[in-house]
């Protein structure tokens, strides 16, 4: 039996958060970190490795309750995107923040699965999005930031790849 035409784009959407394909994982860069690299930033930089995951992790929720819940109200941006404190209270939160990232994408790696021909359905809601349209965004956002991230690994001589 083949494999519909959407079957090959939801596989290849899941393939893009998962593998990376020519690229890191959001996984691979941030497996691994020494947690007193994560406060540190770098000369010239606005940001810190903390600061860029606790944005990931809120902007990755922000898809994934807009995708889901009709009455969903995203936070004020830029404000709401981006992490109030530039280090995390303890390195719980920061374990916390790292399997959190990791199950909201689960979340919404179900939700493009299971949403069939809905994943061309705009988003109640929304303005005119689609699944397909946010599951684009948020692959396209993660890998920007996962970029950013290893670039700071390497800056603070914390990546061994």
Known sequence: MQDSKNDILVSNLIN??????SHATLDDALENISYESLPETPAGLPYNIWQLAE???????????????????????????????????SEDA???????????????????????????????????????????????HNSYHTAEIIVLRRLLNDWKK
């Open 16 to 21: 893009l958060f998962n593998k990376g394909n």
């Open 55 to 89: 944005h990931i992790r809120i902007s990755q929720w922000d898809i994934l309750e807009f995708s889901r819940n009709p009455n969903y109200t995203s936070p004020e941006w830029p404000k709401g995107y981006w992490p109030s404190e530039k280090v995390p209270s």
């Open 94 to 140: 920061w374990k916390k923040c790292v399997h959190q990232i990791k199950e909201d994408r689960d979340s919404f790696i179900d939700l493009i699965k299971n949403a069939g021909e809905n994943l061309y359905t705009r988003i109640a809601g929304g303005d005119g999005q689609t699944l397909l349209r946010e599951a684009l965004v948020l692959a396209d």
